[in-house]
């Protein structure tokens, strides 16, 4: 099966300015999750759906991260305005209800800002 | 609230020695635990999973992980080091909600292999 997918693999922004990330999980897979990996750190969830409803976005700093996951597939990631700590790779994840909460990860969206 | 502890952020050994990674975890609730391996610019890749069957877990690439309630503890071994290994290694705890699952990882185990 084709896995997660995510793009652009790698970004350079300066601060303040904006940029999206997007993830196509696996085909079926319910849920899907976004983390951020800051270097030397372990992935940190930012927000969980399930199919296209919110689950969890408690760690998400929402006055300037936003996501959405249109019709329960795909999913968008918004960072605007950046700033230097946010700094990091953004995984994205999906699982299946029946997944035994094995989550598959994406190659990441490297991001600098600076 | 769950969470894990990685015990040495990096971690050397001789090719054929024996790798040890240590990780503690912290649960109210019986804990469902996972190790990753990260190599580099890619994705984390699931090694192997304890979900509450038997304490002796094997995995991929002759990995293995021995959950010890006792201890709080879900150690990963490998008995000879090979150089493909080299990577960086993540402990997770899950809430075991199936349909729900939220991941807490460790600040991972930087593994270097010695020629």
């Known amino acids: 099966e084709a896995g997660v997918a995510q793009s652009p693999r790698y970004k350079i922004i300066e601060k303040r300015q904006s940029v999206a990330f997007w993830c196509n999980p696996i085909?079926?897979?319910?849920?899907l999750y976004w983390y951020q990996q800051i270097l030397g750190q372990g992935p940190k969830l930012l927000i969980q759906?399930?199919?296209?409803?919110?689950?969890?976005d408690s760690q998400l700093p929402k006055d300037r991260f936003s996501a959405e996951r249109l019709k329960g597939v795909d999913s968008t990631l918004k960072i605007q305005p950046a700033k230097l700590e946010d700094s990091a790779v953004y995984l994205c994840?999906?699982?299946?209800?029946?997944?035994?909460?094995?989550?598959?990860f994406g190659a990441g969206s490297r991001l600098t800002v600076l | 609230a769950q969470s894990v502890t990685q015990l040495g952020s990096h971690v050397s050994v001789s090719e054929g020695a024996l790798v040890l990674l240590r990780c503690n975890y912290s649960?109210?609730?019986?804990?469902?635990l996972f190790w990753y391996v990260q190599y580099p610019n890619q994705g984390l890749q699931l090694l192997l999973k304890?979900?509450?069957?038997?304490?002796l877990v094997k995995g991929i690439n002759g990995f293995e992980a021995e959950f010890k309630k006792s201890e709080t503890s879900f150690h990963l071994t490998k008995p000879s080091a090979h150089m493909s290994d080299a990577a960086e290694y993540f402990c997770?705890?899950?809430?075991?909600?199936?349909?729900?699952?939220?991941?807490?990882f460790g600040t991972g185990t930087r593994l270097t292999i010695i020629p």
């Open positions: 759906f399930q199919n296209n409803g919110v689950v969890d």
């Open positions: 997770a705890v899950s809430n075991g909600n199936f349909g729900n699952e939220k991941l807490t």
């Open positions: 649960s109210s609730v019986p804990p469902y």
């Open positions: 304890y979900t509450s069957a038997a304490t």
């Open positions: 085909s079926g897979h319910a849920t």
């Open positions: 994840a999906s699982s299946d209800i029946s997944g035994a909460n094995v989550l598959t």
